[in-house]
Every structure is written in C-alpha cells, then in structure tokens.
C-alpha cells in the first residue's frame, strides 16, 4: 500500500469526449488532439468514459484505435466499457487488436450490472434476449477468458484454404492483466479476489459502511481491494475524482470552474437515491491549494496512481488549460516526473 505522501508515480486523466451532435467529427479530432498533446506534456494515461446514446464517446475502443496511431508511449485506458452492452468474445478480439497496434498501452475498465436506461432501448440491443441476458460479473470472466487464450470454439483447422483457431484472434500476451474493473465495496473485494486492478471513481456507494464521507468510503474500497488481491504490493489502483487547476485560467475561466463546482455541490451533502450514492466534490483551485487538499485524502494517500476527470461540459481551450497546468504544475507538487 502507498504511504500518505509518497510521490505520485503516474498521472493521467479522463475524457468523456462530448461533441455536437451536428457536427460529431470535430468532437472526436478534439479528442485525439487533447490526447497528442497529453502524450507531449508526460502524461502517463488518458481514460476513456464510454457513453451510449448520449453525445459522448460510445466507441472507446475505436477512438483508441485511432489514438494509437497518432502517439507512441502514453497508455490509453476505458473508464468504463458497460459489459451489459458488449459481446465478451466480439470484444475481446478488438481490444487485442488495439493493444497489438498500440504495442501493449491498452488498459480495459469494464463493469458489469444492467445498464443504464436498459428498458428505454432493449428491444433495439437484444430483440429476443433481454429478458434473459446475464448481466453478473460472469461477462466479466467470459472476457477474461478470451484475452487469455482459453478455447471458444470446437473446431481447430483447416477447411479449404481457410485456416480455424479454438482461441480468440488475435492474442496480445499481457493484456489480461491490464484489465480493470470498477465499482463499490463489493466490487472492490470481487476484483481483488480476481486479480483485476481496481478503478475507483468520483462516485461511491455506502453500502458496507456506516461512513457519510466521500474520502473514507474510497479509502475503505481501497483498502478492501488489497487485502484481497493475493499480491497487494503489484495490485493497481486508479483514483478519480474532478480537479481543476486554475494557475494559467483567465478570470473567466476560473470564474467558469468554480460556478460548474458550485452547481453540483448540493449533492455531494447527501446520499443519493435507493444505492446511497455519494458524489466527490469538484476541486478547483491552484496547484498548491489542490495538492494541499489531496495530500489529506484518504483515497488519494491509498493510490499511487490518478485519473483526473475533466468535466463534461467545458471547451477545448478549457481543456488545454486545465491539462497544461495538471502536468506542469500539479503533478510536479504531487511529486510526479513526467514520462519522456
């Protein structure tokens, strides 16, 4: 377990890479370009959100496909792919085709559960299953077992010209084990327990405890996690939470920020809806101010490793802002180098 205010070992952050829905490619070019320039500036990762039906990304991996083929080091990861809405074996086959042409950077966080809006578009997703998908962590371990190599099919050979492999294909050695999954108490215990490494997110639930504050609930999850995974001291945690520095921001901008964190502030008092979900709140503020505020959290002390959310709504040149200043000012005062 990292000790409270060891040096940040790697940085990232993450995008839901919203657009205009009249105008969809300018959005995703925006989001390549913000992840060139993360590359430039010694980024370790940029995360994914997947987003379906919304004006977000809805094909992660297809924008990492794309990424991949415009940087050479920083790591692309999904933060997260809703499993309830893939084929585990259909999936499979293009993420180790993106970790191929990437050489090895892809980093899959998925959760399971029934998704989001589910009877708003079932019959469209499965017209003569919907009420019969399985939506447990089983689909995660289907996943899994295809990455690994394990048999999907009866038939191994040829037939004509044609040659059949039992195995998903392609295979990328490794990328199992770059797999993350993210979730509450529960899930934290499930992924340990599975030897996944553990996304944690802006966003937590109570269940488990008697906690009504944000950090300890996180630092709780955390600490689960690794007293479940059989090797602690190589079990992977990702920290999230929405922080913004305003070192470079005009006026405008910060006045922008700290009117965006003021309006979804209300719900960080409380737990939210039957789950008792709480919100983290946004953090705005200088480098100093922010690094003096996450030394003295208890899930940021637990994880040596960040994915800073970027709020959804805010312009590109917001967006070269705020990851211009995590990268020369507040990951330095974290204790972070740059990757050359």
């Known amino acids: 377990m990292p000790r409270a205010g060891a040096p940040l070992r790697k940085l990232g952050f993450l995008t839901i890479g919203r657009f205009d829905g009249d105008s969809p490619r300018e959005g995703h070019l925006e989001t390549i370009r913000t992840i060139e320039r993360a590359e430039e500036l010694g980024f370790d990762s940029v995360w994914l959100r997947c987003r379906h039906l919304q004006y977000g990304i809805s094909s992660p991996v297809a924008v990492m496909a794309a990424a991949a083929m415009r940087t050479s080091r920083i790591e692309l990861g999904t933060a997260v792919i809703p499993l309830g809405l893939e084929n585990p074996m259909r999936l499979a086959e293009d993420l180790a085709t993106v970790d191929l042409l990437s050489d090895g950077r892809v980093n899959p966080g998925v959760s399971v559960g029934t998704p989001m809006r589910y009877d708003d578009y079932r019959h469209a997703l499965y017209p003569d299953t919907h009420d019969v998908e399985d939506f447990s962590k089983e689909r995660v371990m289907r996943l899994l077992r295809c990455l690994r190599g394990e048999p999907v099919s009866d038939f191994e050979g040829v037939v004509g010209i044609e040659t059949y492999s039992r195995r998903v294909q392609p295979q990328s050695p490794g990328l199992a084990d770059?797999?993350?999954?993210?979730?509450?108490?529960?899930?934290?215990?499930?992924?340990?327990?599975?030897?996944?490494?553990?996304?944690?997110?802006?966003?937590?639930?109570?269940?488990?405890?008697?906690?009504?504050?944000?950090?300890?609930?996180?630092?709780?999850?955390?600490?689960?996690?690794?007293?479940?995974?059989?090797?602690?001291?190589?079990?992977?945690?990702?920290?999230?939470?929405?922080?913004?520095?305003?070192?470079?921001a005009t006026p405008d901008q910060v006045r922008k920020y700290r009117e965006y964190a003021q309006s979804r502030f209300a719900r960080t008092r409380e737990p939210q809806g039957p789950r008792g979900m709480m919100f983290a709140p946004d953090l705005v503020g200088t480098s100093d101010e922010l690094a003096e505020a996450l030394h003295a959290h208890a899930g940021f002390q637990r994880a040596?490793?960040?994915?800073?959310?970027?709020?959804?709504?805010f312009d590109e040149a917001d967006y070269a802002q705020i990851i211009e200043d995590m990268a020369t000012r507040l990951g330095p005062a974290l204790g972070w180098t740059p990757a050359t």
């Open 304 to 313: 040596d490793e960040v994915a800073f959310a970027l709020p959804f709504s």
């Open 178 to 248: 770059r797999v993350w999954y993210g979730g509450g108490l529960s899930s934290a215990i499930w992924a340990g327990e599975q030897r996944l490494n553990y996304l944690t997110s802006s966003v937590v639930t109570t269940e488990g405890t008697v906690s009504r504050d944000f950090a300890t609930i996180q630092a709780e999850q955390i600490d689960a996690f690794r007293a479940h995974h059989p090797d602690p001291a190589r079990a992977r945690v990702s920290q999230a939470l929405v922080v913004i520095p305003t070192d470079s």
